[in-house]
């Protein structure tokens, strides 16, 4: 047999399959089915609703692929639809839809699988945490698939980072990302800033303008999270000192109870003190 009529498989017989600690392997231990199981690739599909919307730039991976085979096996489930009569594959994919595409490219007809018996919902759980072990991530990416896990599936901080191997520390400042503005996390992504220490120190600051202003000082004068910090501490010693809002306290000798009032202003006249204090005990009546 020539050459060319040899089929192309996607593991190579020099090449023996990747044994190493992974989280998504360890789950096929759920599975009785053989791992790194031989099958066609036209048997296999991307599920619509995995949580990765983007595959990035494929080009080293296929040609990885075109040379060592696919070295990790893809982790797929049987597909529902295929019940229905469909023409639908019968597998579909529940991590590895990178490693899949990337193989259609490189002209392999079969690809090594890990079929698992799961349901949709834990086939969306496993495919969130694989998606967040890859190192290719922007923060906002990151933080949004760990709010996935904390609001759809429940897991805590530390269940966070213990199944995509990162400290608890790392997913609470990930997560805090999250408060800042859509607008701004718009700017960030349009002029390049991915570095979470820095998109840590934007958030500080006061108003969504502040932020963006500074992400646009970042990306002309290509400060560092340092440089932010000590701008920072010198803008703030510039600035006049905040005035302190009055603050009126009682406490009757007995104790019994105590009675604080803030006002926005920062000096209060008696007159005005007691106007207040007036117009709390009419307000209390007419609500009684």
Known sequence: MSSTAVKKRGLPDRVRMRHNSHFVEGLAVRSDTPVGKMVPLSTVEPDPDQPRSTMGDLSE????????????????RRNPAKTDGTKSAPLMIISGERRFRAAMEAGLVEVPVIEMDVSAEEALEIALIENL????????????????????????????????????????????????????????????????????????????????????????RGLSRDDLRL?????????????????FSFRPPDKSYSLSLKFRQTSVSKAELISTLEGILQDLRQSA
């Open 61 to 76: 991976l296929v040609s990885s692929i075109q040379d060592k085979g696919v070295l990790e096996p893809i982790l797929v």
């Open 133 to 220: 072990q890859r190192k290719d991530l922007t923060p906002f990416e990151e933080a949004e698939g760990y709010r996935s896990l904390s609001e759809r599936f429940g897991y805590t901080h530390e269940q966070i980072a213990g199944a995509v191997g990162k400290s608890r520390t790392v997913v609470t400042e990930s997560l805090a990302l999250l408060q800042i503005p859509k607008r701004v996390r718009e700017a960030a992504q349009a002029l390049g800033i991915h570095t979470k220490s820095l998109l840590l120190e934007v958030l500080k600051s006061d108003s969504e303008q502040e932020m963006i202003e500074l992400l646009e000082d970042v990306s002309r």
């Open 231 to 247: 701008q920072k501490r010198n803008t703030d010693k510039t600035k006049p000192p905040r005035r302190k809002p009055f603050v």
